[in-house]
C-alpha cells in the first residue's frame, strides 16, 4: 500500500510544477521559531505564499477558564513578552470595567506611563531584530544597548526583566521606589543620543534603502480587509490610533501626533515606529511632571489584597486575604470586550463572566495573529530575500498567534 503523506500546505497540490517548493520554518532564527513560510518560487521571486503559526502551544484562552483573575496576568505578560505591562493593563481595565471600578488618579498617570515606556522597549526589539537579520550589527547593538538600560529600570520596579506580573485588578503590586523616576529622564536622555546614531546608520543608507524600500507595500485598503492595526495600519498613512480616537487612561489629556507613513512598505514601518519612539518619550516626560500623590490601588476589600501588616494582627485582614487568593474576585455576571493600543495594535479581550471567581470565556485579539493571517500578500510578487526584512518588519510575537 502506497504510504502518502498528510498534505500540509494548499501550495503541494496547486503549485505550478516548474517552480519550487520551499519551506522556512519554523526552525529557522528568522522565523522566531514558532512561524512557518511555505513559499512557491519562480527562480528568486516568490509566486505563492501559505502561512502557518500554529508552533506555540501555551493555550492562553483555555488556561483563563482555569485560574482565578489574578492568577491570570502571568500569562498575559506573555502574550508579547516584549511589552508585557502593556498586556496587563489592557487585561487588567476589562476586568475593571465589568467590575465597575474606577482607578485612583495615581495608578491612571502610572499606568500610562509604563504603557508608553514599554512601548519604546517594544519598537527598539522589532527595529533591532529587523536590522540584524540585515546584516545591521552595529545598529543591532546600539538597539539593544537601549532596550537592556530600559529592562534593567523596569527590573527596579517590578522585580523582573521581562514578563512583569506588575499590575493588580484595581491597582498595582507597588508603587515607585526612591529614584526611579530621575533615573528615567537618564534613560530617555540615553536613548536620544543613541536613537540620533541609528538614523545616521539607517535612514539613508543605501543598502539598507535597497532592502526595504519598495518591498513588502500595502495599501490601506489591504490592512484594513485583513484587520491590520498599530504600525503597520498607520504606515500605509492611516492615522487610526485607539490611544487617539478612543482615548483610555490618560491619553485623553496628553499632547501627541500619530505618525504615519506613505507607501506601507518596509521603510515605513521602520520610520513608523522610530516615530512614535519620539512621541512616546515626549508623553512619559509630560507624565512625569502629572503623576500625583495618593494612593495606588482603590479601596475595595471585594479586589484588593489586604497590606502584609495587616495580615499578621487581624483575624479579618486573613479571611479576606485568604478568600480572594482561593476564591478569586467574584466579577459579576456579564461580558465586555475593552482595546488598548498595544506596540504591535490593538490588544482586545472579550470577556464573559458567570458571577465565579474564573472567567467562563476570555478570548483575546492579538495582533500578531491578525497581521500573520495576510502577511501572505506583503510576500508574493517580492524576491526571496525580501521575506527577511518583511517578516521582521511584521514584529510577530508568537505568544500573540497563541490560541
Same mark, same amino acid.
Given at each position: 500500500?502506497?504510504?502518502?503523506?498528510?498534505?500540509?500546505?494548499?501550495?503541494?497540490?496547486?503549485?505550478?510544477?516548474?517552480?519550487?517548493?520551499?519551506?522556512?520554518?519554523?526552525?529557522?532564527?528568522?522565523?522566531?521559531?514558532?512561524?512557518?513560510?511555505?513559499?512557491?518560487?519562480?527562480?528568486?521571486?516568490?509566486?505563492?505564499? *501559505?502561512?502557518?503559526? +500554529?508552533? !506555540?502551544? $501555551?493555550?492562553? @484562552?483555555?488556561?483563563?477558564? #482555569?485560574?482565578? &483573575?489574578?492568577?491570570? =496576568?502571568?500569562?498575559?505578560?506573555?502574550?508579547?513578552?516584549?511589552?508585557?505591562?502593556?498586556?496587563?493593563?489592557?487585561?487588567?481595565?476589562?476586568?475593571?470595567?465589568?467590575?465597575?471600578?474606577?482607578?485612583?488618579?495615581?495608578?491612571?498617570?502610572?499606568?500610562?506611563?509604563?504603557?508608553?515606556?514599554?512601548?519604546?522597549?517594544?519598537?527598539?526589539?522589532?527595529?533591532?531584530?529587523?536590522?540584524?537579520?540585515?546584516?545591521?550589527?552595529?545598529?543591532?547593538?546600539?538597539?539593544?544597548?537601549?532596550?537592556?538600560?530600559?529592562?534593567?529600570?523596569?527590573?527596579?520596579?517590578?522585580?523582573?526583566?521581562?514578563?512583569?506580573?506588575?499590575?493588580?485588578?484595581?491597582?498595582?503590586?507597588? *508603587?515607585?521606589?526612591? +529614584?526611579? !523616576?530621575? $533615573?528615567?529622564? @537618564?534613560?530617555?536622555?540615553? #536613548?536620544?543620543? &543613541?536613537?540620533?546614531? =541609528?538614523?545616521?546608520?539607517?535612514?539613508?543608507?543605501?543598502?539598507?534603502?535597497?532592502?526595504?524600500?519598495?518591498?513588502?507595500?500595502?495599501?490601506?485598503?489591504?490592512?484594513?480587509?485583513?484587520?491590520?492595526?498599530?504600525?503597520?495600519?498607520?504606515?500605509?498613512?492611516?492615522?487610526?490610533?485607539?490611544?487617539?480616537?478612543?482615548?483610555?487612561?490618560?491619553?485623553?489629556?496628553?499632547?501627541?501626533?500619530?505618525?504615519?507613513?506613505?507607501?506601507?512598505?518596509?521603510?515605513?514601518r521602520y520610520y513608523v515606529r522610530m516615530r512614535e519612539?519620539?512621541?512616546?518619550?515626549?508623553?512619559?516626560?509630560?507624565?512625569?511632571?502629572?503623576?500625583?500623590?495618593?494612593?495606588?490601588?482603590?479601596? *475595595?476589600?471585594?479586589?484588593?489584597?489586604?497590606?502584609?501588616?495587616?495580615?499578621?494582627?487581624?483575624?479579618?485582614?486573613?479571611?479576606?486575604?485568604?478568600?480572594?487568593?482561593?476564591?478569586?474576585?467574584?466579577?459579576?455576571?456579564?461580558?465586555?470586550?475593552?482595546?488598548?493600543e498595544t506596540p504591535n495594535g490593538e490588544?482586545?479581550?472579550?470577556?464573559?463572566?458567570?458571577?465565579?471567581?474564573?472567567?467562563?470565556?476570555?478570548?483575546?485579539?492579538?495582533?500578531?495573529?491578525?497581521?500573520?493571517?495576510?502577511?501572505?500578500?506583503?510576500?508574493?510578487?517580492?524576491?526571496?530575500?525580501?521575506?527577511?526584512?518583511?517578516?521582521?518588519?511584521?514584529?510577530?510575537?508568537?505568544?500573540?498567534?497563541?490560541?
Amino acid at each position: 500500500m502506497e504510504y502518502k503523506s498528510p498534505v500540509r500546505s494548499y501550495l503541494e497540490e496547486s503549485a505550478d510544477p516548474k517552480n519550487v517548493l520551499v519551506n522556512l520554518g519554523p526552525s529557522h532564527p528568522a522565523t522566531h521559531g514558532t512561524i512557518q513560510v511555505i513559499a512557491e518560487l519562480d527562480g528568486e521571486t516568490v509566486k505563492k505564499a *501559505d502561512i502557518h503559526c +500554529g508552533y !506555540l502551544h $501555551r493555550g492562553f @484562552e483555555k488556561e483563563a477558564e #482555569h485560574h482565578t &483573575y489574578h492568577k491570570i =496576568i502571568p500569562y498575559t505578560d506573555r502574550l508579547n513578552y516584549c511589552s508585557s505591562l502593556n498586556n496587563n493593563f489592557a487585561y487588567a481595565a476589562t476586568v475593571e470595567a465589568l467590575l465597575g471600578i474606577e482607578i485612583t488618579p495615581r495608578c491612571k498617570y502610572l499606568r500610562t506611563l509604563l504603557a508608553e515606556y514599554n512601548r519604546i522597549a517594544d519598537h527598539v526589539t522589532c527595529i533591532a531584530a529587523t536590522v540584524m537579520e540585515l546584516g545591521a550589527m552595529t545598529a543591532f547593538l546600539y538597539l539593544m544597548t537601549i532596550r537592556d538600560y530600559i529592562f534593567e529600570h523596569l527590573n527596579h520596579l517590578t522585580g523582573a526583566r521581562l514578563t512583569y506580573s506588575y499590575v493588580r485588578i484595581g491597582g498595582m503590586a507597588r *508603587d515607585l521606589p526612591q +529614584g526611579w !523616576l530621575e $533615573r528615567l529622564e @537618564e534613560i530617555l536622555q540615553f #536613548h536620544e543620543r &543613541y536613537i540620533e546614531r =541609528i538614523h545616521g546608520l539607517l535612514d539613508r543608507n543605501r543598502i539598507f534603502i535597497d532592502r526595504t524600500r519598495n518591498t513588502g507595500a500595502l495599501s490601506t485598503e489591504q490592512a484594513l480587509n485583513w484587520g491590520y492595526t498599530g504600525p503597520i495600519l498607520r504606515s500605509t498613512g492611516a492615522a487610526i490610533d485607539i490611544r487617539k480616537d478612543s482615548p483610555y487612561l490618560a491619553y485623553d489629556e496628553l499632547d501627541f501626533e500619530v505618525p504615519v507613513g506613505i507607501k506601507g512598505d518596509n521603510y515605513d514601518r521602520y520610520y513608523v515606529r522610530m516615530r512614535e519612539m519620539d512621541e512616546s518619550v515626549r508623553m512619559v516626560r509630560q507624565l512625569v511632571k502629572m503623576l500625583p500623590e495618593g494612593p495606588l490601588n482603590v479601596s *475595595d476589600h471585594r479586589v484588593v489584597l489586604p497590606e502584609k501588616k495587616h495580615l499578621y494582627g487581624e483575624t479579618e485582614s486573613v479571611i479576606n486575604h485568604f478568600k480572594l487568593i482561593m476564591d478569586g474576585i467574584q466579577v459579576p455576571a456579564g461580558e465586555v470586550y475593552l482595546s488598548h493600543e498595544t506596540p504591535n495594535g490593538e490588544l482586545g479581550f472579550y470577556l464573559v463572566s458567570d458571577g465565579s471567581g474564573r472567567p467562563y470565556k476570555l478570548h483575546v485579539r492579538g495582533p500578531s495573529f491578525l497581521h500573520m493571517g495576510g502577511m501572505h500578500t506583503l510576500l508574493e510578487g517580492y524576491q526571496l530575500a525580501d521575506i527577511i526584512a518583511t517578516f521582521g518588519s511584521m514584529n510577530m510575537i508568537g505568544g500573540e498567534c497563541d490560541r
